[in-house]
Antibody
Framework: QVELQESGPGLVKPSETLSLTCSVS?????????WGWIRQPPGKGLEWIGT???????SYNPSLESRVTISVDTSKNQFSLKLTSVTAADTAIYYC??????WGQGALVTVSS | DIVMTQTPLSSPVTLGQPASISCRSS???????????LSWLHQRPGQPPRLLLY???DRFSGVPDRFSGSGAGTDFTLKISRVEAEDVGIYYC?????????FGQGTKVEIK
C-alpha cells in the first residue's frame, strides 16, 4: 500500500519561503515514477506545481518556475517543495502525489502576517 | 499551456441512472511515445483527489467497473453507468502529456 504524507508549517508570512516535505511509505522513490506537488486554493480547482523523477530530473509549471524547487532525498524516501517569495495567492491545500495515482491527504498552508 | 474544458460544470443525477462528463483539450494529448495521458479523478469534500481512470480508459486499482472512459486526440468522456450515492463530488480530467500538466475546471455531480 503506497502512502504519502505532507508535513510542514501551516502558516507562512508574506515574502517568506514555503517548505513542505512528503514522506512516502510502501514504495521506494528510487524505484521509479514521477513524484509531484499539486495545490488547490480553498474552494477552487487543482494546479500542478511540478514533479521530480527518481533520477532527480525536474519539471515545473512555468507560472511558478522562478520560485519553485522540488528535491528528493532517496535515503529518507522523501521529496520536498520550496516556494519562495510567497503571497496570499499562494494560500492553498498542497498535495504531494506519485504521478497521479497515489495522493497525500493534503496540507493547508496559509500565507498571512 | 493545454487548456482542459469540461462540460457540464454541474450535473444533477438520479440514483441508478447514468451520467456522462465531457473533457476537451486545446491540443492533441497523444504523447510522442504513443500513449495518451488523460486521467479522470474524483474528489469528495474534504478529501484529496482519487484516481479513477488513466490513459483514457484504464481503471485504477479498486475502481468499480461502472466507471468507464473513452475518446481520443482532444475529446474524452467519462461515463458512470449507474450513479451511486458515493459518486457525488467533483470530477476532474487531467492531462499529463504536455508540461505543465493541467486540469479541467471540475464537474460537480450531485444527486437530484
Amino acid at each position: 500500500q503506497v502512502e504519502l504524507q505532507e508535513s510542514g508549517p501551516g502558516l507562512v508570512k508574506p515574502s517568506e519561503t514555503l517548505s513542505l516535505t512528503c514522506s512516502v511509505s510502501g514504495y521506494s522513490i528510487s524505484s521509479g515514477y514521477f513524484w509531484g506537488w499539486i495545490r488547490q486554493p480553498p474552494g477552487k480547482g487543482l494546479e500542478w506545481i511540478g514533479t521530480i523523477y527518481h533520477t532527480g530530473s525536474t519539471s515545473y509549471n512555468p507560472s511558478l518556475e522562478s520560485r519553485v524547487t522540488i528535491s528528493v532525498d532517496t535515503s529518507k524516501n522523501q521529496f520536498s517543495l520550496k516556494l519562495t517569495s510567497v503571497t496570499a495567492a499562494d494560500t492553498a491545500i498542497y498535495y504531494c502525489a506519485r504521478s497521479d495515482d497515489y495522493w497525500g491527504q493534503g496540507a493547508l498552508v496559509t500565507v498571512s502576517s | 499551456d493545454i487548456v482542459m474544458t469540461q462540460t457540464p460544470l454541474s450535473s444533477p443525477v438520479t440514483l441508478g441512472q447514468p451520467a456522462s462528463i465531457s473533457c476537451r483539450s486545446s491540443q492533441s494529448l497523444v504523447h510522442s511515445d504513443g500513449n495518451t495521458y488523460l486521467s479522470w479523478l474524483h474528489q469528495r469534500p474534504g478529501q484529496p483527489p482519487r484516481l479513477l481512470l488513466y490513459k483514457i480508459s484504464d481503471r485504477f486499482s479498486g475502481v468499480p467497473d461502472r466507471f468507464s472512459g473513452s475518446g481520443a486526440g482532444t475529446d474524452f468522456t467519462l461515463k458512470i453507468s449507474r450513479v451511486e450515492a458515493e459518486d457525488v463530488g467533483i470530477y476532474y480530467c487531467m492531462q499529463g502529456t504536455h508540461i505543465p500538466w493541467t486540469f479541467g475546471q471540475g464537474t460537480k455531480v450531485e444527486i437530484k
